[in-house]
C-alpha cells in the first residue's frame, strides 16, 4: 500500500497513524486481464486505486455497442463517481485492461476518511476537482477538436497508451472508427 500513501502525503498533509487507520480498512487485489470491477445496475460501493495496471471505463449503448470512455492508469483513483457519491445503479463498466493490481476503499472507508483525517475533505475534493476538470476538457476536445488533434493528444493525457490498449478501444474513446484510426497512425509514420 506504499504507492497509495505517497499519493495521499501528495494531496494532502496526513500522518502516519492516520494513514494506517484509513488504508487498515483497505484490501489490495489483483485482477486478470479482462475482468470486471464494476457492473452497470448496480450501487458502485467502491473506490479503485491502482498501484499497477490499466483499467477502462465503458458503457455499452441500447444496439450493445461498447464505448471507451475513459483510460484509467497506475496511481489513479477510478469508481462511477457521480453513481457512487448518488448511492444509484451505475451505467458503467470498469475492465481490467491488463493484469491490475488496486486498493479497494470501500464506501465505509471514504466515510470514515471524510470523517476523521484531518484532510480528508480537501483529498476528496481533490479527486472530483480533476475528475471534473477531465470529463469537462474530454467534452470540449470531442468538440472543438479534429479527430487528427485528439490523436496527438491521446498520449499527452494517456502515456505510452497505444503500446497497452487495442486499437479499437482507442479509436473508441477518440471517437472515430478503428478505418480512422489507422489512416491517422499512417500519415504519422508517414511523416517519420
Given at each position: ?77 477510478i469508481a462511477d463517481y457521480s453513481n ?109
Amino acid at each position: 500500500m506504499e504507492q497509495i500513501r505517497q499519493v495521499m502525503k501528495q494531496m494532502i498533509n496526513v500522518s502516519e497513524d492516520e494513514l494506517n487507520d484509513f488504508l487498515s480498512q483497505a484490501v489490495t487485489k489483483t485482477f486478470k486481464r479482462q475482468e470486471i470491477l464494476s457492473r452497470p445496475n448496480t450501487i458502485p460501493n467502491e473506490i479503485f486505486f491502482i498501484n499497477k495496471g490499466l483499467i477502462r471505463v465503458l458503457i455499452t449503448d441500447n444496439e450493445g455497442t461498447e464505448h471507451t470512455i475513459h483510460f484509467a492508469l497506475e496511481n489513479q483513483f477510478i469508481a462511477d463517481y457521480s453513481n457512487f457519491i448518488q448511492k444509484q445503479p451505475s451505467i458503467y463498466s470498469l475492465q481490467t485492461l491488463e493484469e491490475t493490481q488496486v486498493v479497494i476503499l470501500p464506501r465505509s472507508t471514504i466515510e470514515y476518511g471524510y470523517k476523521n483525517l484531518i484532510d480528508g475533505q480537501k483529498m476528496g475534493r481533490f479527486i472530483a476537482e480533476y475528475y471534473f476538470i477531465y470529463q469537462d476538457n474530454r467534452i470540449k476536445n470531442m468538440y472543438i477538436r479534429t479527430p487528427k488533434q485528439r490523436y496527438d493528444s491521446i498520449t499527452d493525457v494517456f502515456p505510452n497508451i497505444h503500446n497497452r490498449v487495442p486499437q479499437h478501444m482507442i479509436a473508441s474513446y477518440l471517437g472515430i472508427t478503428p478505418i480512422h484510426l489507422s489512416r491517422l497512425k499512417k500519415a504519422e509514420i508517414k511523416k517519420l
